[in-house]
């Protein structure tokens, strides 16, 4: 799919910031849509199916964090957001209800641009390889086709880039991946992007998966998949 049919949803109450943004969205060759509410995210995310929502932190009536958690619910449409304040919780929270990555105001647009250019990459055409891939992994098991993940039997629900981080991972079982790796291969990202956002997500997997978490850190360098003996075992 091309830039050109692509859409983003851009979601700001700061008219400047929404103008540049869409600017230079526009000129990158998207459909841009933006809107200066919470509720008319909500709205406009069901009615329009965007391909990549840039979601503000704070929103006049309902924030972005309650923005993402109700588009959550029922889409993994990739949401980029915006904060204006540098303080890990924000970033934090909005990664943890199911945002895919966060920039931190003021930003360079041309970074802004590059970061949603990365995520649609990774997105869902490249997934076309892989959809009738299963792995398994002690009482783990990950359906790339179904975008399932099962943990003895049961269902355990993932944010978009949570799937794609354990399937990274898992895929390449036996080798330490850097977080500049990961940022890579599961972010698209090709230059320096801020590696924290590697290491919420793998705490999300581990609170998520408990026990069957296969996750293990390798201090200094960056994450690996242990064996399944040692990944089942309490």
Not at 132 to 149: P, S
Not at 150 to 168: H, T
Request: glycine share 6%; aromatic share 6%.
């Amino acid at each position: 799919m091309s830039a050109q049919t692509q859409t983003v949803l851009v979601v700001e109450d700061e008219v400047s910031i929404a103008s540049f943004v869409s600017l230079y969205l526009k000129n990158a060759g998207y459909l841009v849509r933006t809107v200066g509410t919470g509720a008319e995210a909500l709205a406009q995310a069901e009615a329009d199916r965007p391909d990549l929502i840039v979601l503000d932190l704070m929103l006049p009536d309902v924030d972005g964090i309650e923005v993402c958690s109700r588009i959550r619910q029922g889409s993994d449409v990739p949401i980029l957001m915006l904060t204006a304040r540098d303080e890990d919780v924000d970033k934090i929270i909005g990664l943890e209800v199911g945002a895919d990555d966060y920039l931190t105001k003021p930003f360079n647009p041309r970074e802004l641009v590059a970061r949603v250019k990365s995520i649609l990459r990774r997105s869902v055409p490249e997934r076309r390889e892989v959809q009738t891939k299963q792995l398994k992994h002690g009482d783990l098991e990950i359906d790339a086709g179904r975008r399932e993940v099962r943990v003895s039997g049961n269902e355990v629900q993932l944010a978009p880039k949570e799937f794609d981080l354990l399937w990274e991972l898992l895929d390449h079982r036996g080798l330490v991946l850097t977080r500049d790796q990961l940022l890579e291969r599961v972010w698209g990202y090709t230059f320096a992007g801020d590696t924290r956002t590697v290491d919420v997500h793998v705490r999300q997997l581990r609170r998520k998966l408990g026990d069957a978490s296969p996750i293990v850190t390798v201090w200094g360098v960056g994450y690996k998949v242990a064996p399944a003996r040692d990944a089942v075992s309490a």
